[in-house]
């Protein structure tokens, strides 16, 4: 058998499972029913079964070595060794696996958090934490969003050592370290990358979060001494607060979100229709209160999963997912199905992050929510401040995360409630609850659903200052213009997982991924101010 003959057959394979793992997963985030969670570990097992094939493992490797191959084969056996690296595991290990994450991520899916006697949403929570001035309301909301890492720690923690175990038996210390590599990321490189990003904006992030704090403690009656988590706008700190002066709900009233989106895409000469019609995009009971982006079978049917009102936050946030639905739209239909992806998470991640940045962007705003050009000018300082503010306050959650979660796999028998605002207080410059002995890290879904992933967070943003930079310099600066969108097309999505994600940032930029181009969007400025 050849090469091509052998990697069509597994394409075959591969589409038709995953295709299957897809709709199961999108019924349980959709229905939250136990029988969906049920067929998403189930269809996952068949894919990981599939992939744990020794002989077709062997078969693999074989073909890597023999040097007879054109570079698309190439690419398609590396991504197919790296997918099954990690399956090489008894089949009943591979079942345990999938069902443990498919039962916890069906808690997360289903659970609405109490407060004063009655269940609220994810969305009631955030209204609570940007609105209200009632600090004592504040703070049962808070504690209320995270009373769901009680019920999920043990069972996380009982997970995160079996992943572990199965990392090890493949000759890996950890399954964070596995994981690194099989993303072909290097630990050591993005770890330096992301410290030296921390010490250099530590100055700048403590000037503004001191901005920040001041007009909090204004706002609520209390000592900047007195601030704690809960008087933030997120329960994770991972938002910015609405300023004082900059509070951009009020321009959403009325708006209809998905038709701000499809406008946003079609200035750039993009199509969502399709893709909208196919999404689920509001609130309802059991339904998974987060939001995502899934492409089921790499031929066209990407969907996204929202929780819409009619908010700044939502409308960012569906820009984001839709950033990613544009992505998976427009990779090229000829590519073979292993490359019929983005090169990247992080990659998919860049483009997510562009689009969710125009919230923040005067062009956008007066473009498409009709804010008039004198309100902009009025505007305009305070939106580059917010995004400055947002921007420092996300990658220092990004880092944050990401710390922790390192030293969750290199020790999960560690303290780890502490551990955690230990980190928060030494990377956001939180002041910690009085009670740190709860578990308050395990509310967030990402530890469970997909585990070392939130680096590419991080490294999505930083190429996303890549691109905004290659776009400013090359092409007149407009990104709500076709050519925009052209160049978006045909350097970033078309060519799917051909190349590996740095040489096609390299080749859709000019050079490998660079840190400075976020330093200078972001903290450069502030140094120099």
Not at 332 to 358: K, Q
Not at 368 to 397: T, Y
């Amino acid at each position: 058998m050849t090469a091509e003959q052998f990697l069509q057959k597994q394409n075959e394979a591969l589409q038709k499972l995953q295709k299957k793992r897809a709709e199961a997963s999108w019924k349980a985030s959709t229905t939250g029913e136990d029988e969906w969670n049920r067929k998403t570990a189930e269809a996952q097992t068949e894919v990981s079964l599939y992939l744990s094939d020794s002989e077709r493992f062997q078969e693999v490797k074989e073909f890597l070595e023999s040097g007879e191959l054109n570079q698309l084969e190439q690419r398609q056996l590396q991504l197919l060794k790296n997918s099954m690296v990690k399956n090489q595991l008894d089949a009943d290990v591979l079942k345990e696996l999938s069902v443990r994450s498919s039962e916890l991520v069906g808690v997360f899916n289903t659970y609405r958090a109490v407060l004063d006697g009655r269940e609220v949403s994810e969305n009631d929570i955030r209204k609570i934490l940007t609105d209200s001035k009632d600090n004592e309301l504040r703070e049962r909301a808070w504690h209320a969003s995270k009373t769901i890492g009680s019920k999920v720690e043990k069972k996380l923690i009982d997970l995160v050592k079996l992943r572990n175990e199965t990392a090890m038996k493949l000759g890996y210390r950890n399954f964070h370290e596995m994981s690194f590599e099989l993303q072909e990321l290097d630990r050591d490189v993005i770890f330096a990358i992301f410290d030296e990003l921390k010490k250099i904006s530590d100055e700048p992030f403590h000037q503004l979060k001191r901005e920040m704090d001041e007009e909090i403690a204004e706002r609520l009656s209390i000592s900047i001494d007195e601030i704690r988590p809960w008087h933030y706008a997120d329960p994770f700190f991972q938002e910015a607060p609405p300023s004082k002066a900059l509070n951009l709900d009020s321009y959403y009233e009325g708006k209809n979100l998905e038709e701000l989106t499809a406008a946003t895409f079609a200035s750039m000469g993009m199509e969502i229709g399709d893709m909208l019609e196919n999404s689920d995009l509001y609130p309802r009971e059991k339904k998974n209160q987060h939001a995502f982006c899934t492409d089921i079978d790499r031929e066209g049917d990407v969907r996204v999963l929202c929780n819409n009102s009619s908010s700044d936050y939502w409308s960012t946030t569906m820009l984001h997912e839709f950033g990613h639905a544009v992505y998976f739209k427009y990779i090229d239909r000829d590519l073979p199905f292993l490359l019929r992806a983005p090169a990247h998470t992080l990659t998919t991640e860049a483009i997510a992050m562009l689009y969710g940045r125009m919230g923040r962007n005067p062009e956008w705003l007066g473009k498409f929510l009709g804010i008039n050009e004198q309100e902009l000018k009025e505007l305009a300082g305070e939106l580059k401040l917010a995004l400055r503010r947002q921007m420092l306050i996300s990658a220092r959650w990004f880092i944050t995360f990401s710390l922790f979660e390192k030293e969750l796999y290199e020790n999960p028998d560690q303290d780890l409630n502490r551990l955690w605002w230990k980190i928060v207080k030494e990377v956001q410059f939180l002041n910690p609850p009085e009670n740190q002995d709860i578990p308050h890290w395990a509310a967030k879904i990402h530890f469970t659903l997909v585990p070392v992933y939130y680096q590419n967070y991080l490294l999505g943003e930083l190429t996303t200052s890549q691109l905004e930079q290659h776009i400013k310099k090359n092409l007149k600066g407009d990104i709500l213009s076709k050519e925009a969108g052209s160049y978006l097309l045909e350097e970033f999505f078309k060519p799917g997982a051909a190349l590996h994600w740095n040489e096609k940032i390299e080749k859709a930029t000019g050079e490998k991924l660079n840190p400075q181009h976020f330093i200078d969007q972001f903290v450069g400025d502030l140094q120099q101010a």
